[in-house]
């Protein structure tokens, strides 16, 4: 029974320990500017944004679906079309 009772008693110690070096971390982390939280929201915000604007660039597209891809590349840039980081 003693011997049951120290493990344990370490066992809770090293809890407490493990809290308090993550909360140290996580304090870190958040003083130094990365962003905590939930990253499945951005991720659903992301993939939305994707969505609309595929649906902004379906008529832009489809106007070029019988060209080559150069020659769509071409016709896009003409009527200046920006790929979704702002590039022609």
Same mark, same amino acid.
């Given at each position: ?15 407490? %320990?493990?809290?308090? !070096? ?25 993939? !939305? ?8 660039? !379906?008529?832009?597209? %489809?106007?070029? %679906? !019988? ?16 790929? %979704?980081?702002?590039?022609?």
């Amino acid at each position: 029974m003693f011997t049951i009772h120290i493990l344990a008693a370490v066992a809770e110690h090293e809890r407490r %320990a493990i809290s308090t !070096r993550t909360k140290a971390a996580l304090a870190a982390a958040k003083a130094k500017g990365k962003k905590l939280g939930n990253y499945q929201r951005i991720a659903v915000a992301k993939q !939305r944004a994707t969505v609309e604007r595929a649906e902004v660039m !379906r008529p832009a597209i %489809a106007k070029t %679906a !019988r060209l080559s891809a150069r020659a769509a590349a071409a016709e896009l840039n003409r009527r200046d079309v920006k790929t %979704a980081s702002g590039k022609p």
